[in-house]
């Protein structure tokens, strides 16, 4: 990974017998936030939209993926504009 230039976003153990050290505590945190906000976006595609990907071929199973992914920005956008909107 490194040669390509990737770093590694897997979560540190603690220490047997020992605390875990305040950069590892807050390297985890920063990667679970990360992950924490992909994971809600599949969550909602797969209860609300019912997403499940059941297709013959790349090409239809991309655009189901895609129509899925479309739905998703169009309700967040919503969502975001109804709360900027001046009372």
Partial sequence: MEKNG???DI?????KGRPMSAATSR????????RAFV???FAQQKSRM??????IGMARARTKI???NL???L?????????????
């Fill in 71 to 73: 739905a998703y920005n």
């Fill in 6 to 8: 990737y770093v590694s």
């Fill in 75 to 87: 309700t967040r956008f919503v969502w975001h504009q109804g709360r900027t909107a001046p009372a």
């Fill in 50 to 55: 019912g997403l499940f990907v059941r297709t």
């Fill in 11 to 15: 979560h540190h153990k603690k220490p």
């Fill in 27 to 34: 390297a985890n945190g920063r990667r679970s936030k990360i």
């Fill in 39 to 41: 994971e809600h976006v």
């Fill in 66 to 68: 895609g129509m899925a």
